[in-house]
């Protein structure tokens, strides 16, 4: 039904920047809100950052500032651009859209496969 692009993330040096993306396609009649969550090794899954589809951005404290996530409509895409990073941003980074697949439905949560992003010297 949905499907999420998203390339292969990367190995970066403290203080370094990475950007990711995320592509949503198949049956994505309407996109809700679209976000990032990361998954580092021994935490739980934490919230990143989101973008509704009209509002303002909301960003995790620790990535206030050094992070930006934004979206491309047109292309049902979601960008999360990382700056500064440190080892602590080390993870795997997943995408999270709310999607309505046909009209009239309800919104579900759709999540990409994730990604590996990797901060260390």
């Known amino acids: 039904q949905v499907q999420f692009v998203e390339p292969v993330g990367g190995l970066v040096q403290p203080a370094g920047s990475l950007s990711l993306s995320c592509a949503a396609s198949g049956n994505t009649f309407s996109i809700y809100a679209m976000g990032w969550y990361r998954h580092a090794p021994r935490k739980f899954r934490e919230f990143v950052a989101r973008i509704p589809s009209g509002g303002s951005t909301t960003y995790v404290n620790s990535v206030k500032g050094r992070f930006t996530i934004s979206r491309d409509n047109a292309k049902n895409t979601v960008y999360l651009q990382m700056n500064s990073l440190v080892p602590a941003d080390t993870a795997v980074y997943y995408c999270?859209?709310?999607?309505?697949?046909?009209?009239?439905?309800?919104?579900?949560?759709?999540w990409g496969k994730g990604t590996g992003v990797t901060v260390s010297s």
């Open positions: 999270n859209a709310g999607i309505v697949t046909v009209k009239g439905g309800l919104v579900r949560d759709y």
